[in-house]
């Protein structure tokens, strides 16, 4: 866990009384989802609300009082970190299935695109964010 900020964050949004049960039980399913022990379709939807919730709080925030132009800038550069990571991830199984005929191009111009942009959304996030 990031910090007793996090925790406390987590618990803020969570009903009283049940907040530290459900902050442990988050962060155990949280814990297995990451480990691959549990599967996200195997939750409830209670469960399913936890492990969002200690998700959120894992993830960096704009920094605080920030103008809405950052929040929109971060927000652009968290979706676009995500698509070049889901491309990188198919890059990657593309070569470790060493298909020979396969010189994964296709894959490859994904993630050079998907860099492209998350490079282009940073650079945005440093110029809205970090004045």
């Known amino acids: 866990m990031k910090s007793a900020w996090s925790l406390m964050a987590i618990g803020l949004c969570l009903p009283l009384g049940q907040a530290q049960a ?6 155990t399913n949280y814990r297995a989802v990451i480990s691959g022990a549990k599967l996200l379709r195997d939750l409830s939807s ?6 969002l919730v200690v998700y959120r ?7 605080a009082g920030s103008s809405e132009q950052c929040h929109t800038a971060w927000d652009d ?5 995500d698509e070049f ?8 199984a593309c070569a470790s299935r060493r298909d020979f ?14 860099q492209d942009d998350y490079e282009s959304a940073t650079s945005t996030v440093q110029s809205e964010c970090h004045q």
């Open 85 to 92: 990571a889901d491309q990188a991830k198919k890059l990657n």
């Open 46 to 51: 209670e469960e399913l609300r936890e492990v």
């Open 101 to 114: 005929d396969d010189v994964c191009d296709t894959e490859l111009r994904h993630a050079r695109s998907a």
């Open 57 to 63: 709080a894992q993830r960096p925030q704009p920094p």
């Open 77 to 81: 550069a968290v979706s676009k970190a």
């Open 22 to 27: 459900d902050i442990n039980r988050g962060i």
